[in-house]
């Protein structure tokens, strides 16, 4: 449901969930695409437009992320471990005090308390 007055509104969102099991560990990346460091084949089957969301462990704690899946094969996707990416460099990111950075890593905003990471 989607409700707007003017330029302020308000959207419902229900996430839909994938469940899956790791199949594999490249713990050096699989040697092609943008994202380098350690990742994982899975089975699960995640769609377009997903990519960067997060991924959980079976305690709710994010480890991983989005990175890769197939339109073709629901069954197949690689997910980032969240380590793997702190050198990832985000564009115009607005951090808790308001101010919009132009340029900043996941690391920088693990180190300001934005992202908090679980070991």
Request: charged letters at 25%.
């Amino acid at each position: 449901m989607t409700v707007f007055e003017e330029k302020e509104g308000s959207l419902l969102v229900v996430p839909k969930l994938y469940e899956g099991k790791i199949q594999d560990e490249h713990r050096d990346g699989r040697g092609w695409g943008k994202v380098p460091g350690r990742c994982y084949q899975t089975s699960l089957g995640i769609e377009g437009g997903t990519s960067g969301g997060p991924v959980f462990d079976v305690e709710g704690r994010v480890f991983a992320v989005n990175s890769t899946g197939w339109g073709d094969q629901s069954d197949l996707a690689y997910i980032s471990h969240i380590q793997s990416i702190g050198g990832l460099m985000l564009r115009l990111v607005q951090t808790q005090d308001g101010e919009v950075h132009e340029n900043m890593t996941i690391s920088e905003l693990i180190n300001r308390g934005s992202i908090k990471v679980v070991n």
